[in-house]
């Protein structure tokens, strides 16, 4: 399965094309995240005036825990499905995810804080490591060159016999 979304609502397409609504209401959904283990579906909401991260078990989602304190956006899970890790501005938070019962274990913990760029930014690694894209303070190019035939350009401009 996978989860997108469409207009501030949470949807979930099957391998044989079928689209179900997840959820929606008046509120504005996203970024949803399955747990590697598939029991925890983990999104954020604007229900409470700002953007917050709630977990719900899946795929029967009754009752909804509240994730984060303060905000919260771009939910992702740890490959073992024990941490879920998300941003509130420029932190990285963790909570400690449980196998049953209430998902939520711990409060959040800062990771890191870092100039994170305004989309999505990070993700977490096999590894357990984090890759992320950094805010630059320079200014964005004003052209990108496209080499095709990189290596066959190469050899032309600099045959390995000249080298």
Do not use: C
């Not at 989602?61 to 939910?75: D, K, M």
């Amino acid at each position: 399965m996978l989860a997108y979304t469409d207009r501030g609502d949470i949807w979930i397409a099957s391998l044989d094309g079928k689209r179900t609504k997840l959820l929606g209401d008046a509120f504005t959904e996203g970024r949803p995240a399955f747990s590697p283990d598939g029991r925890w579906l983990a999104y954020q909401s604007n229900e409470s005036g700002r953007f917050e991260i709630y977990v719900r078990a899946f795929p029967a989602l009754g009752r909804l825990w509240p994730v984060s304190i303060g905000g919260g956006q771009e939910p992702r899970f740890g490959r073992d499905s024990r941490r879920l890790f998300f941003r509130n501005g420029q932190k990285l938070m963790a909570v400690d995810i449980a196998a049953q019962g209430e998902p939520v274990r711990s409060k959040p913990t800062v990771l890191l804080e870092r100039p994170f760029a305004r989309a999505t930014t990070y993700d977490v690694a096999a590894d357990g490591r984090f890759v992320y894209i950094e805010e630059s303070l320079m200014p964005p190019p004003s052209e990108l060159v496209l080499v095709q035939h990189f290596f066959a350009e190469l050899e032309r401009l600099a045959p390995a016999s000249q080298r």
